[in-house]
């Protein structure tokens, strides 16, 4: 059987949760409430309303770099909280 062997330590189960839940509930719900609320009725409803598929296209595009951005501050935040480290050696 092919073993897989993690390049990451071992974390308290606990504390991920609890951070995760605070990013969801926090950091993720402002991104949201901004994108939604302001972005892309002010942004790109506005300028792209004459054109639907560019606006639909450009709606992408945010959509897609807002969950880029939430994947790199979950990870970052995680590292710095140390709840993500690597195996040393």
């Known amino acids: 059987f092919p073993q897989y062997i ?9 504390h991920a949760c609890l951070y995760t839940g605070a990013f969801m509930a926090i950091v993720s719900n402002i991104r949201y409430q901004l994108l939604q ?6 942004l790109v409803d506005k300028l792209f ?14 959509r897609l770099a807002n969950g880029l951005l939430g994947s790199f501050l979950a990870i970052a ?7 993500q480290k690597l195996k040393s050696g």
């Open 77 to 83: 935040g995680m590292k710095m909280m140390g709840l």
């Open 37 to 42: 609320g302001i972005v892309e009725p002010l």
């Open 6 to 14: 993690a390049a990451t330590v071992n974390v308290n189960t606990i």
């Open 49 to 62: 309303w004459k054109f639907p598929f560019l606006r639909v296209c450009m709606t992408f595009a945010v």
